[in-house]
């Protein structure tokens, strides 16, 4: 079974520029979660979809936003980048929600540069 | 009361030795503990993960020990070995209750010396 993809593996952007990272679930899997490991701040929550809605989102500003498709997949959008965007991307998928174990399944992360 | 506190940061084991990771919690409405390993340049794996009805749960060499009174849960390796050197997250979140963002503790770094 495969597991969760990302792409690209690195995009390298520069201040202001808009960043679009992409991700594919785990066949079944209806919930995409992303999260954001920036280098000294461990891993912090930035979205969850399910469904094709928004189902909860992290402190992070608006420019930091996303969807998701009919299939499944999801695409995380950071608008306006700044330098302390830089960071590694993770999307995570599991099934829905009131399934009650959550288990979340990463995939291997988008690096983001912001020059 | 949304925090994770883990510890501790580092940790530096001789090979066939126990590695011991704390964490503890305030929310009392997480219901589901994932442990996380993640090697360098790649995604966190799920290793382990426990619910509070429980106060032990094992499989081979990781072990969660879950003490619900105290609001703590711990990672135990046990025979470590070189190739378990990575770093391990806890984690928390609430998915009875729709709650399912995983609140990640600050991470421990192990190295398992031969």
């Known amino acids: 079974e495969a597991g969760v993809t990302q792409s690209p593996t690195h995009l390298i952007k520069t201040r202001g520029q808009q960043a679009t990272l992409r991700c594919s679930p785990i066949?079944?899997?209806?919930?995409v979660y992303w999260y954001q490991q920036a280098l000294g701040l461990g891993l912090q929550f930035l979205l969850w979809y399910d469904e094709g809605e928004e189902r909860n989102r992290g402190n992070f500003p608006p420019r930091f936003s996303g969807r998701q498709f009919p299939n499944y997949s999801s695409e995380l959008n950071v608008n306006a980048l700044e330098l302390e965007d830089s960071a590694l991307y993770l999307c995570?998928?599991?099934?829905?929600?009131?399934?009650?174990?959550?288990?979340?399944?990463f995939g291997p992360g988008t690096r983001l540069t912001v020059l | 009361q949304q925090q994770v506190k883990q510890s501790p940061q580092s940790l530096i084991v001789q090979k066939g030795g126990i590695s011991i990771i704390n964490c503890a919690y305030e929310?009392?409405?997480?219901?589901?503990f994932p442990w996380y390993q993640q090697f360098p340049g790649k995604g966190p794996a799920l290793l382990i993960a426990i619910r509070p009805d429980v106060s032990e749960k094992k499989e081979g060499r990781f072990t969660i020990s879950f003490n619900k009174s105290a609001k703590q849960f711990s990672l135990h390796i046990m025979d470590s070995q070189p190739g378990d050197s990575a770093t391990y997250f806890c984690a928390a979140s609430a998915p009875l209750r729709g709650y399912n963002k995983l609140i990640f503790g600050a991470g421990t770094r192990l190295a398992v010396h031969p």
């Open positions: 929310n009392t409405a997480f219901d589901y």
């Open positions: 066949s079944g899997h209806t919930s």
């Open positions: 995570a998928s599991s099934g829905g929600p009131g399934q009650g174990r959550n288990e979340q399944f």
